[in-house]
């Protein structure tokens, strides 16, 4: 019964530490104004980030090329409203953000 009640105990707390990895990403995804032009499951201004993490599925490359595009900005490759540069987000959060939502 304790190896059954310590199991019960780690997965618990390791969904719950799942749920404040994602709770801190979409809250990074707030606080850089992401959320103006994204969406999760749905196009606002940009693509929705599941489509962005459909499209680049399997892409060993994406995170790094994504880190880039959004810190350098872009268009042509969701239509013709361009990305603006996000130069002063730090390096740690633009990976922590591309890699959530190419997690999705």
Same mark, same amino acid.
């Given at each position: 019964?304790?190896?059954?009640?310590?199991?019960? @105990? !780690?997965?618990? !707390? =390791?969904? =719950?530490?799942?749920?404040?990895?994602?709770? $801190?990403?979409? $809250?990074?995804? &707030?606080?850089?104004?992401? @959320? !103006?032009?994204?969406?999760i499951?749905?196009?606002?201004?940009?693509? =929705?980030?599941?489509?962005?993490? &459909?499209?680049?599925?399997?892409?060993?490359?994406? !995170? $790094?090329?994504?880190?880039?595009?959004?810190? &350098?900005?872009?268009?042509g490759?969701?239509? *013709?409203? *361009?990305?603006? *540069?996000? *130069?002063?987000?730090? #390096? =740690? #959060?633009?990976?922590?953000?591309? #890699?959530?939502?190419l997690?999705?």
């Amino acid at each position: 019964m304790r190896g059954r009640i310590i199991f019960v @105990t !780690a997965f618990i !707390a =390791a969904g =719950a530490g799942s749920a404040g990895v994602v709770q $801190a990403n979409e $809250a990074m995804l &707030k606080k850089y104004n992401c @959320t !103006a032009c994204h969406a999760i499951d749905k196009k606002l201004v940009g693509p =929705a980030y599941k489509e962005v993490a &459909k499209k680049y599925k399997g892409n060993k490359d994406a !995170a $790094a090329m994504l880190v880039q595009k959004v810190k &350098k900005g872009g268009q042509g490759v969701w239509g *013709p409203i *361009p990305m603006p *540069p996000n *130069p002063v987000v730090p #390096d =740690a #959060d633009l990976k922590a953000m591309v #890699d959530y939502i190419l997690s999705l």
